[in-house]
C-alpha cells in the first residue's frame, strides 16, 4: 500500500515510537522517527512531513519548545500537528492555544488503531478495512 504521505513520531518512549511506526507504516504512511524535540525539529527540517505526532514530555526539548520553534519557520508553520501525551488538556503549556495544533490526544485514552484512524483523518486518506 503506497502513500504519499509521510509523518514523524517524536516520542522518547522507544517502545511507543516503534508501535506508530508499525501501525502508521502497516496504512502506507512513510514513517520517521526521533526521541526528543530536537531530534524532531531536525527530522521535520530533512523530510518536511504532512503530520506530527508529538509527545510533550520529552528530554532535552520538550514537544512545546519543539512546536514553537517548528511554527516559527516558513516550512514548519502550516504542518499538521498531533499532540499524543499523557498529559491531561489541563496541564498542557498554556503556549499550545496558540500553536495550531491539529488535534491533542491523551495516550491513555486512546488505542493505537484510534490515533491511526485520526491521522487518516487528518491527511484525508480513507481507513483500510483490514489492518
Known amino acids: 500500500m503506497q502513500s504519499n504521505h509521510t509523518v514523524i513520531v517524536i516520542e522518547d518512549d522507544e517502545s511507543i515510537r516503534e508501535m506508530y511506526k508499525y501501525k502508521l507504516s502497516k496504512h502506507g504512511y512513510t514513517v520517521h522517527c ?14 518536511m ?15 512545546d519548545e519543539m512546536l514553537a520553534k517548528l511554527r516559527e519557520t516558513d516550512w514548519g508553520a502550516s504542518i499538521r500537528v498531533v499532540i499524543l501525551t499523557n498529559l491531561s488538556k489541563n496541564e498542557a503549556p498554556h503556549s499550545l492555544r496558540f500553536l495550531n495544533v491539529d488535534r491533542y490526544i491523551v495516550k491513555a485514552h486512546s488505542t493505537p488503531t484510534e490515533v491511526t484512524d485520526i491521522v487518516n483523518e487528518i491527511l484525508g486518506k480513507k481507513t483500510p478495512g483490514v489492518v
Open 34 to 47: 526521533a526521541k526528543n524535540g530536537v531530534e524532531g525539529l531536525i527530522k521535520s527540517e530533512e523530510t
Open 49 to 63: 512531513p504532512d503530520l506530527i505526532l508529538l509527545d510533550l514530555m520529552m528530554p532535552e526539548m520538550s514537544g
